[in-house]
Structures are given as structure tokens and as C-alpha cells.
């Protein structure tokens, strides 16, 4: 159907043909969910400026991005009741809206703790850019063509991680870190106005499911209860542990252990995101000859024989400030294999809750940030002098992964 001449009613009356999304809602859609790298990795590079300014002394950066971890764990447990009672639309601007405030209290904090607080309320309203965008793919499309559109979007939104840090040094190098929540103020604030004028709602009214606090606790026990989803919840949940455990060491691992330049970093930085890039892509290329599950598999598989070298090597004094190359390689390998897990097991557990896609993308967001902020929280505590405890954090949460794909694959057989 074509757009309506009035600008007004544009989101409500075009619809969004099913099995395709257009490839301009396509890059909206990943500019929203870039949201968390872009809140995530642009302030690594000013982890010792936020620890010396805000007085939380050494390790509080790695706390406060925790919280951050924290509040989109806690936040997308309601954004998926609030997506499938009000549509799409409304949870999105209201999210984006409360992220652009929260980044302006960040940007105006002189206290370590309060900075927390504004990191936490900002997670809250970006929950919503990592619900809704996944919500409204399972709206259109599920199976091959889904994983397809979820690796067009990881395309998309994953071209963040490669700048992010870049740009994160690139402002740091002419002015304050607070610069940089201004940055995210402003990018908060177009996301509204893109989404308030362009954005269909593909959650037609009359889909729309009753919110109350009983129903909304039944439904996420009915969605935990189905082993399709819990198992390829928990391991989307295992995949962020060693994800967000290498994002909340790199600073110390490449500026201290391996003596990189801030230069050198942000471009291994985005190396390392572009090959995560690279190979959800080519798993988007293959979804149409070899089954998701399969695919899922030889991903974990690789991940883990990575994962077990990385450690081996680190506990050997090989991998480290004598072989950064090594090191960089070992990392670059790790998540470039799981861009053939996670697009993968995404579509797998939304696979029998298309009628309640924003609840079940609620649940698997909520135990994916949770799980994985968990790994930010021990590397705060733990001497990070060499690579061996990175690379035993790393090796723990891909021991959840592969238990994780035993079970799922158990049932899946089933």
C-alpha cells in the first residue's frame, strides 16, 4: 500500500509488505538498536578520565557501565508488555525520549554515584531500541527470511562499534568525555523525530494483548517455560557474557597489557567489530542453504576451540605483550563466530511466540544483559595485570554456550 499524503497519519497507514522490510526501515531500525554500542563503546577511551573526574577511583568506569548493562536488563522486562499493549511506535519514542534526558544528567554529573544513576535511567529508555527493533522484525517475517533481515540489520547497527570508539577518541581529542554524552543526547533526540515522522506500526490493533501486571508475569512464564526458547535465550544470554567481558576489558587489555596506542585501539576495535559484521553477514548469505541450527552450531563450535587456545596460550605467557598480534587474532576469531551464532539463535527463540513478539523479545533481552553484564561486574574485581583472567571470563560464558546448545539442540531433535 503506498504512504498516505498525510504527513500526519503516515506511520499508521502504511504498512509494511509481510516477509520484507524496506531498506530504508531496515537502517532506521539499526541506527535505534545501535543505541547500546553507541552508549557502550564511545566512552571506553575515557574510562580513566571518568575514573579520575567522578572520584569512583580505579575500576568505577568498568562499575558504571554495569549499570548501564544493568538497567537494559531490568528495562526490557517491561518494554515487551508495553510493545505488544501499545504497538511499536509509542514504547520506541517514549524509550528514546528518556535515553536523550538520561544522557544530559550523565553529561552534568560530578558525582561517581549519581553518574550511575543517570547510566541506569539512560539504559532504561534504550531498552527500548533493543525490544521493539526485534519485535517488529518477528512482525514481518520469521524462519530464513527473518534471520536474513536480522543480518541486514546487524549490518547496520553494527557499523556503530567500528566508529564508536573512534569517535569516542575523536572527541576526547578536542574536548571533555561529558562531550560525548552530549553526542548521545543529540542522537537520541533524531531518533524521535525520525521515528514520530517515518516509523509504521506493524502491530496491528487488533493484536494487541490486554496489560495487566498478572497477565504480563503469566505470559513471561509461559514464554520461559517453552525449551525452544529458554535454551536460545540463555545462550543469546552466555554469547553477551563473553561479548560484554571482552567490551568492558579492552581499555586495560590493549592500552595497558598490550601497550596499545589510543589510535592503535580504536582500530582494532573496529576491526574486531567489523569481522562480527562480516560474519553475520555471510551467515545471512548461507541461511538459505544450511539450517539456522546447523549454523548456530559450527559457530559455537568455533567459538569454543577459540575460546580454549586464547586461555591455553594466556595461561602459557604466550598470548600477551610479547604476542599482541596473537592476542588480537585469538579476539578477532571469538566474535566473528558469533556472528553465526546470535542472528541465528534469535530467530530460534521467537519461533513459537510470533503472537506475543514483544513480550519473548523482552525476556530474551532482559536474561541476555543480565547474564552478560555479569561479566563487567567480575572484571571490575578481578587484577587485570595479564590476559588470563580475560580470557578465563571469556572461557566461562562460552562453557554456558555450549551446555546451552546441547539443550536447545536436544529439543529442537524433539
Not at 1 to 16: D, E, F, Q, V, W
Not at 36 to 46: H, I, K, Q
Not at 176 to 204: E, K, S
Request: proline share 6%; hydrophobic share 55%; with cysteine.
Amino acid at each position: 500500500m503506498p504512504m498516505s499524503s498525510s504527513t500526519s497519519s503516515l506511520a499508521y497507514r502504511h504498512r509494511i509488505p509481510v516477509g520484507a522490510l524496506p531498506a530504508w526501515l531496515v537502517i532506521l531500525l539499526g541506527l535505534v538498536t545501535a543505541i547500546g554500542p553507541l552508549a557502550t563503546d564511545m566512552y571506553l577511551p575515557a574510562f580513566p578520565a571518568v575514573d579520575r573526574d567522578l572520584g569512583g577511583g580505579p575500576g568505577s568506569a568498568q562499575i558504571t557501565l554495569a549499570s548501564w548493562f544493568a538497567g537494559l536488563a531490568i528495562g526490557q522486562f517491561s518494554q515487551g508488555p508495553l510493545s505488544d499493549r501499545l504497538g511499536r511506535r509509542v514504547p520506541l519514542l517514549g524509550g528514546l525520549t528518556l535515553f536523550s534526558i538520561a544522557s544530559a544528567g550523565c553529561a552534568l554529573s560530578y558525582s561517581y554515584h549519581m553518574f550511575c544513576v543517570w547510566r541506569f535511567l539512560a539504559a532504561l529508555g534504550g531498552s527500548a531500541g533493543v525490544v521493539v527493533p526485534r519485535a517488529i522484525v518477528r512482525d514481518v517475517a520469521t524462519g530464513m527470511q527473518g534471520a536474513r533481515i536480522m543480518a541486514q540489520l546487524t549490518l547496520v547497527f553494527g557499523l556503530m562499534p567500528i566508529l564508536a570508539p573512534s569517535l569516542g577518541s575523536l572527541v576526547l581529542s578536542v574536548g571533555h568525555w561529558r562531550w560525548i554524552f552530549w553526542f548521545a543526547v543529540v542522537y537520541g533526540a533524531l531518533g524521535v523525530v525520525a521515528i514520530a515522522w517515518t516509523l509504521p506500526d506493524t502491530m496491528p490493533r487488533d493484536r494487541r494483548i490486554a496489560l495487566s501486571i498478572p497477565t504480563v508475569l503469566w505470559r513471561y512464564v509461559t514464554i520461559a517455560r517453552e525449551p525452544m526458547f529458554l535454551s536460545a535465550a540463555l545462550l543469546l544470554g552466555f554469547s553477551a557474557f563473553v561479548m560484554f567481558g571482552y567490551l568492558a576489558s579492552a581499555p586495560t587489555l590493549f592500552e595497558h597489557i598490550l601497550s596499545f596506542t589510543p589510535g592503535q585501539f580504536g582500530l582494532f576495535f573496529g576491526v574486531n567489530a567489523a569481522l562480527f559484521i562480516t560474519g553475520a553477514q555471510v551467515n545471512g548469505r548461507l541461511v538459505h542453504r544450511v539450517a539456522l541450527d546447523v549454523l548456530m552450531l559450527r559457530g559455537v563450535t568455533v567459538v569454543t576451540m577459540a575460546a580454549v587456545l586464547f586461555l591455553a596460550l594466556s595461561l602459557a605467557g604466550i598470548a600477551g605483550p610479547r604476542h599482541p598480534a596473537l592476542v588480537c587474532c585469538l579476539i578477532g576469531l571469538i566474535t566473528g563466530s558469533l556472528g553465526f551464532v546470535n542472528p541465528n539463535a534469535t530467530v530460534l527463540a521467537f519461533t513459537r511466540h510470533g503472537h506475543h513478539a514483544g513480550s519473548a523479545s523482552a525476556l530474551l533481552g532482559t536474561l541476555q544483559f543480565t547474564i552478560g553484564s555479569l561479566s563487567g561486574v567480575l572484571l571490575g574485581y578481578l587484577p587485570l595485570d595479564t590476559t588470563v583472567p580475560i580470557a578465563g571470563t571469556m572461557a566461562a560464558g562460552i562453557v554456558g554456550m555450549l551446555f546451552c546448545t546441547v539443550w536447545h539442540r536436544r529439543h529442537s531433535a524433539g
